[in-house]
């Protein structure tokens, strides 16, 4: 059992939420802290709304402290998308950067200006906001992609995932399976280490049915 977890759900009629996490342990005690963030982050949202980002991550942040007996973290992403507008606000907590594809290039956000939760209480979680056009994307993985091993130990690494979502942009479905493929191929014989979680936002711009985005 892994901490791993992802989440897309939509606030309100045109915001729509997107997250991946990854909790710093494995085994139950792991998978239950994850579902206590899971739940957590996306309850405080959609209770406080799509402009609330940044304190409903202070407010998980300190929550989380309350019930980490075992001493965990947990590293997230959270975005929300104004599907009308293309704005993308998001907070990344010590986690891995998004790979941002727009206008045919691919490159990273800025690593993570926020601190991981569950550790410290009383932190502040500042958002950033960039602004997608129709057919621009947003992959979000944990570190189970660009920490993958082959067989020689040698990592995935991040220069190789930045040259694998060159080609994406046609379907999220498509996309994803295809650097599965990728990261299986170059693992070969090797164990898995790691979970893998991988989700990828395609905006299409079609408000008049919001959920093709």
Do not use: W
């Amino acid at each position: 059992m892994g901490g791993d977890f992802y989440d897309y759900y939509f606030i309100d009629e045109r915001h729509l939420a997107i997250t991946v996490a990854d909790v710093s342990e494995k085994g139950v005690p792991a998978a239950l802290f994850m579902v206590i963030a899971k739940t957590l982050l996306k309850e405080s949202l959609l209770f406080a709304g799509a402009d609330k980002l940044s304190q409903v991550f202070e407010e998980t942040n300190n929550a989380l402290i309350n019930v980490n007996e075992e001493n965990m973290f947990v590293t997230v992403f959270t975005g929300i998308l104004d599907i009308k507008t293309g704005e993308f606000v998001y907070v990344s907590a010590g986690h891995n950067p998004p790979v941002l594809k727009a206008s045919g290039k691919c490159m990273f956000l800025s690593k993570a200006n926020s601190p991981i939760l569950g550790m410290v209480e009383g932190l502040t979680f500042p958002t950033s906001v960039l602004t997608l056009s129709p057919g621009d994307s947003i992959l979000l993985y944990t570190d189970g992609v660009t920490e993958a091993r082959n067989e020689e130990e040698d990592f995935f690494g991040e220069k190789r995932l930045l040259k694998a979502t060159e080609t994406f942009g046609k379907d999220a479905k498509t996309d994803i399976n295809e650097l599965l493929s990728i990261l299986t191929k170059y693992a070969g014989k090797a164990e898995q280490s790691d979970d893998i979680t991988m989700l990828e936002l395609i905006y299409n711009n079609t408000f008049e049915d919001e959920r093709n985005v």
